[in-house]
């Protein structure tokens, strides 16, 4: 009798471990996708932007900020791809816009994050040069967030 | 009894009559198209504005692979999810069995502007043409020589999967009777040459009200409600609103909208998605000034709040209040 108590209590422990440990996994995953949208949406897209607003003349070009701006962003990318555990795509986790074929084609994924990087570093060396070259880089630097985003983004609306 | 009988039979013979004749085919007559040399550079750029490739050319992958393999060979084959079932897109190289390559440019001009393919049969407005019909007689001419300088391939597409009633080609005589008058733009007189540019390249070959406006229950666009955003054609999530409202794209300037155009960025850098992707790669291609005609015409609508709420495509139970425009 006193075996199977113990037989019983050692099971259910073990359940909850396992319940527990699913639960973090969840959580980690959650976690993930949290880190990886905040480096977009609070790092990269307002530094864009203001590289943005000064190729459109909403506010005047400014070479050390456009240069500093260029350089946060090249920050970005080593850590970035470090934020996509298995199991963290769009349909696996509410906030997460990651497509599968991030995982199908990691490489691939990382190669564009490296050019984001690659760019936004000429970017911050081409504001030194001046508004005319800055824009060229610029742009150069956006397509690498176009294709990206084309090839490894589900949409939500 | 008999007498009832005898009603009943005048009645559904009235019906069929009346259907017969309200779906009848209305065509262009041959005296209506000018004398015009046909400009091929201007036929390329009406292909280009008016998104030819993004149906007609075969995709890269599976049948609704975004991507296309090669924009000049419209060989057809792409698949389009929508309500009313599945349509797969024709052929329109001019392969003489399988293609247009038989069309003469009074057919096509049919098909543009009227909806009707040569013999009389109604097409499916999947294709645009109650957007196409405002083209211009010259740029139909232009854009038909063009296709002809296109590659003929020799591939039959898969015929529609539709459900019924739709599958009945001929009860979209209805659909046209109410949608489809064939009258070119008109340009205001009052308005800027630039707002009359953008509004032909948005209302007519660029067919932006197709997916940006809410329809009515028989499929016509609600004027009224017109590029105040809609639920998404393939039925997954919805389509922005592009008035200068609160609610659309009030705070984004001229340049922000031709830039769009350009790079497929938002003025927050934001990268669009989805179908807009192959629509914005087109107009990166046209003149600046074209995509600054179109970004003065969007800027010059009427505000409209949005016509749908926007929805969270695909976790709607889970979707938290913050998502906005992400």
């Known amino acids: 009798m006193r075996k199977v108590m113990l037989i019983v209590c050692a099971c259910a422990c073990a359940g909850v471990v396992a319940v527990a440990g699913l639960a973090s996994a969840a959580d980690d995953l959650a976690q993930a996708v949290k880190e990886r949208r905040a480096l977009m949406d609070d790092v990269v897209r307002p530094a864009a932007k203001l590289g943005g607003d000064m190729i ?102 | 009894m008999r007498r009832a009988f005898l009603v009943i039979l005048a009645l559904v013979a009235a019906g069929a009559m009346a259907f017969y004749l309200l779906t009848m085919p209305v065509t262009v007559p041959a005296s209506a198209l000018p004398e015009h040399a046909p400009d091929l550079a201007n036929g390329k750029l009406m292909f280009t504005a008016a998104g030819c490739a993004e149906c007609h050319a075969a995709p890269a992958g599976a049948c609704d692979d975004l991507d296309i393999k090669d924009e000049t060979v419209l060989v057809g084959g792409r698949c389009l999810k929508s309500d009313f079932g599945t349509f797969h897109v024709p052929n329109i190289s001019p392969d003489k069995d399988t293609g247009i390559g038989n069309w003469t440019t009074l057919d096509f001009v049919n098909a543009m502007k009227r909806g009707i393919a040569p013999g009389g049969v109604h097409l499916y407005p999947a294709f645009p043409y109650t957007s196409y019909q405002r083209m211009t007689y010259e740029d139909l001419i232009d854009l038909k020589a063009y296709l002809d300088t296109l590659p003929a391939v020799n591939h039959t597409a898969p015929a529609h999967a539709l459900r019924f009633p739709y599958n009945i080609r001929r009860g979209l005589g209805l659909f046209q009777r109410l949608y489809v008058d064939g009258k070119s733009f008109t340009p205001d007189p009052k308005a800027s040459d630039a707002v009359n540019r953008g509004a032909y390249l948005v209302l007519a070959p660029g067919h932006c009200t197709e997916c940006h406006s809410p329809r009515t229950a028989f499929g016509g666009i609600i004027a009224s409600k017109a590029f105040a955003g809609a639920k998404s054609p393939d039925g997954d999530g919805t389509v922005p609103n592009i008035t200068p409202s609160a609610d659309g794209i009030g705070d984004w300037s001229a340049d922000d909208i031709a830039y769009l155009l350009e790079t497929g960025n938002t003025p927050d850098f934001d990268v669009i998605g989805e179908t807009m992707v192959p629509v914005q790669e087109n107009m990166a291609k046209l003149d600046p000034e074209d995509r600054e005609a179109i970004a003065t015409f969007l800027k010059s609508l009427p505000p409209r709040p949005n016509a749908v709420q926007k929805s969270k495509a695909k976790d709607k139970s889970k979707a938290t209040g913050d998502e906005a425009d992400n």
């Open chain 1, 56 to 157: 459109k003349g909403k506010i005047p070009f400014d070479a050390d900020k456009a240069a500093a701006a260029m350089l946060e962003i090249s920050d970005v990318p080593e850590t970035y791809v470090t934020l996509f555990p298995a199991g963290s795509e769009a349909d696996a986790v509410p906030d997460s816009e990651a497509s599968p074929k991030i995982w199908e084609d990691f490489e691939g994924f990382k190669e564009l994050a490296q050019k984001l990087e690659e760019t936004s570093t000429a970017a911050a060396a081409a504001a030194e040069q001046g508004a005319g070259p800055f824009k060229a880089a610029f742009g150069e630097m956006t397509q690498m967030c176009k294709k990206c985003h084309k090839a490894y983004r589900v949409k939500k609306d």
